[in-house]
């Protein structure tokens, strides 16, 4: 069975195809491509992801990209006759009608689409959400339009999803190589950490969740990106505050401050991360007055990380107890957090001895597509492509 997969729900336009064998139980799989073109240089300069212009730039690289992923995983192959029958007109008329909002994208998917076979693959999963609204649509109406030109069926997959079974990848996934998946023990407790999410989830089974806890405000890398922001870095800064938080240690400090852990002790498993951001931006206020930056930084950095490493940690291990998960699963953006990774490594390994412990691969941390092809392959909910809508505030449950 062979998946192609496709992302945009943020500021990355990744399409991969993955192909699957075994059995369902523990499946092998190999990745046949992976490919990932990162916008946030173009983000950088405003400081965020601009929703309009990452719209603008999938309808522009969706077309490159899938031809590059197909072409590695040999799949690539021209009509053998190009003539103007009829139903190539109707194809084309309502190609023009599904795309009709993605100018961009259909003038690349005319040039470009229109003149292949159809791929031997057997479906396309998607992300149909949470993400920004227009970067889903522009990659739901792809997926629409190829679904109907090549006559696939579509899998609507949540990108939380295919962050959270990254961790079937393992550590180094080899390309073009068949290798088995790593099971998933369930109940699997899950945190999930992202740009936009910040939630503890407790997975049952494939496709079979409850939300027992999440961000009332900011998500966890949303406070990492906004006080990199205050500290002067650029966008993302969540790597940004790591790397200055890594420096504290050559720094000696001539100033001691210590943030708050909101809702550490709190009697559920919500998080909070706006006054811990708020505080931040008090103390640097006064600070600044006294210190430069450059030996702000690497304190504020460091503290600022530590306090929500401690928050996440401490309620991802009681939660795990409390839940009697067989396995606590790590994902999103944020989990490529060295201190939250060893962090949690550690804790797990005190605290819950008999609890394995998933951390996805730190080359798979970002978003991409093969994590998405990878949750089709479990979910398999096929739909016809005029069924398919995007979601941007898609729940997992
Ligand atoms: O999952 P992701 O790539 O996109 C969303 O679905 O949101 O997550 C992006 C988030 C950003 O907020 C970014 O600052 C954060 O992940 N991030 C990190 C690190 N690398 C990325 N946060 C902390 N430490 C990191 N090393
Ligand atoms: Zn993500």
């Not at 530590?306 to 839940?323: G, Q, Y």
Request: net charge positive.
């Amino acid at each position: 069975m062979k998946i192609l997969g496709i992302e945009t729900s943020c500021d990355e336009t990744a399409v991969a195809v993955i192909e699957m064998s075994g059995p369902k139980q523990r499946p092998r799989i190999k990745i046949l491509s992976n490919a990932v073109l990162s916008q946030i240089p173009l983000h950088q300069k405003f400081g965020g992801v601009v929703p309009n212009l990452a719209k603008r730039e999938h309808q522009r690289n969706l077309v490159p990209i899938l031809l590059k992923a197909l072409g590695e995983a040999r799949l690539l192959k021209s009509k053998s006759k190009n003539q103007k029958s009829k139903i190539q007109i109707k194809i084309q008329k309502e190609t023009e009608k599904i795309l009709e909002r993605e100018p961009e994208l259909l003038k690349r998917f005319k040039k470009n689409v229109l003149s292949l076979a159809a791929p031997r693959i057997d479906a396309i999963a998607v992300t149909v959400g949470p993400g920004l609204e227009p970067a889903l649509w522009t990659g739901v109406n792809f997926v629409r339009a190829l679904s109907y030109f090549w006559r696939k069926p579509i899998i609507p997959v949540n990108h939380l999803e295919g962050h959270i079974y990254t961790v079937m990848l393992g550590d180094h996934p080899a390309m073009k190589r068949w290798f088995r998946l790593v099971p998933l023990k369930l109940p699997a407790l899950i945190l999930i950490v992202s740009g936009g999410h910040t939630e503890l989830v407790l997975m049952k089974g494939f496709g079979h969740y409850s939300i027992i806890g999440e961000t009332r405000d900011d998500a966890a890398g949303e406070a990492f990106d906004k006080v990199a922001k205050m500290l002067g870095m650029k966008y993302p800064g969540g790597p940004e505050v790591a790397a200055a938080a890594a420096k504290f240690k050559v720094t000696s400090p001539k100033f001691k401050v210590t943030f708050p852990r909101p809702m550490v002790n709190s009697n559920d498993f919500d998080f909070s991360f706006s006054g811990l951001k708020t505080a931040v931006l008090y103390f640097l206020q006064d600070a600044k007055k006294k210190y430069p930056m450059s030996i702000l930084r690497p304190v504020i950095a460091k503290e600022f990380q530590d306090a929500v490493v401690d928050v996440l940690v401490a309620k991802t291990i009681r939660a795990a107890k409390e839940f009697h998960a067989k396995s606590v699963i790590l994902g999103g953006g944020v989990a490529a957090n060295t201190l939250l990774r060893e962090t949690l490594r550690k804790r797990a390994a005190r605290d819950l001895p008999r609890t394995t412990l998933s951390l996805p691969s730190t080359e798979l941390t970002g978003d991409n597509a093969l994590m998405i092809a990878l949750a089709g392959y479990f979910l398999k909910k096929k739909k016809a492509w005029s069924k398919i809508h995007a979601n941007a505030n898609q729940r997992l449950a």
